[in-house]
């Protein structure tokens, strides 16, 4: 950073301190990533400096040669990848290539279908703190008791509601969706299917994730999480999708732009290629498999360990907690990990008794430490770390008699993480483990 150290050493020592806590932390949200330095190189180029309103061939400023061809290769590139007819590059992120995509379908107040926030769902899927929720009527399906995404139900709602689009996609839902079943549930009302694969893309890509290209109209995802990209998203139309609407490519063109934006970000567009371009490889193949595999190792330790997981387990990258045993909050759980360098987010979870905000559980994956290059048997050191941190802050808010309402107070909860013993250890094994495993270029 020969530049920022001249012009701006603050900015510069700021990303040095979050460069050293990624590269000494495990990075187990499970929508993080990190990228190659390819990408980034692409990212931090002189595209950004160019405005390209329109598309390639129709743009609406002068000086496109080389712009133009590379939203082209990018395209084409996503066309080949995911077998589509149609992508769309420019969505900034996956929340507005989601309201792009009702832009292009739907009129104001027309009804959406999508899984519940508290169930996996996504906020954009008709969460009422979200435009989707409150420029649309939106209706949501859930999980079943079990853990388990409930068809029958499903079905009946769809019967019953006639929503004009179903979302099809999870943020913190384990298992695999089956697209067939959402397909002929969707058929039924001829509703249009969205498949949101934000979190799944790279695992489609690697094989290791059905692709949902057969069975839905309209696929969104980012491009920032499994599939290892910059921060950006891509909006397909599948083959199906223009049998049931001849119309649907140039709706969707039309509602990213000049519906919903300005300019495109045509260096993010160029690191979305090389993404791709990465992705074709057969090491990529082999990362998407030790993401599942490195998931399912870690689901069967906390298992052992007694952690109770939504759905039993995972077929993903993702795995839910459910705490309410050790009757603390996500919040308590997720700080005095973050203590000992295990990062990762508080979540709902199904039929949670608790509020959004002092949710039951915690949501973690693999992605990111795969990146890393580790394996099962971390994966077996990592839950183990995680129970005895989470047993022995359980066992000090017990000891403390703190209530429900006082565990809410940051105060509170900073007052029970110092008090751990374990925490102390366990992040100087997690740094060990960090520099065994660093961050280094996968290409
Ligand atoms: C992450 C995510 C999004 C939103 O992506 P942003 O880039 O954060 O706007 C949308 N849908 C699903 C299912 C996601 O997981």
Known sequence: MIYLKKVDPQI???????KKRQSE??????SENMVSKAVEEAVGSCLGNKYAEGYPGKRYYQGQEYIDKIETLVVERVKKAFKVPYANVQPLSGSPANLAVYTALLKPNDKIMGLELAHGGHLTHGDKVSVSGQFFKSVSYKLGKDGFLDYQALEKLVLKEKPKLIIAGITAYPKILDWKKFSLIAKKV???????????????LGGVYPSPVSFVDVITTTTHKTLRGPRGAIIMVTRKGLKKDPDLDKKIQKAVFPGLQGGPHINSIAGIGVALKEAEKNSFKKYSKQIVLNAKALAKELKKNGFNLISGGT???LILIDLSSFKITGNLAA?????????LNRNSIPYDSRPPFYPSGIRLGTPGITSREMKEPQMKKIALWMKIIIEEISEIKKKMKISFESEKKKETREKIIKQSKAIKSIIVEVKKLCQKYPIKDFY
């Not at 700080?335 to 990062?343: R, S």
């Open 25 to 30: 932390t495990l990075m187990m949200i499970p």
């Open 335 to 343: 700080e005095a990990l973050e203590a000992g360098g295990i990062v």
């Open 315 to 317: 077929d993903s990258h």
């Open 190 to 204: 001829k509703a249009y299917l969205l498949a949101d694969i934000a979190h799944l893309a790279g695992l489609v």
């Open 12 to 18: 510069k020592a700021l990303i040095q301190k979050e």
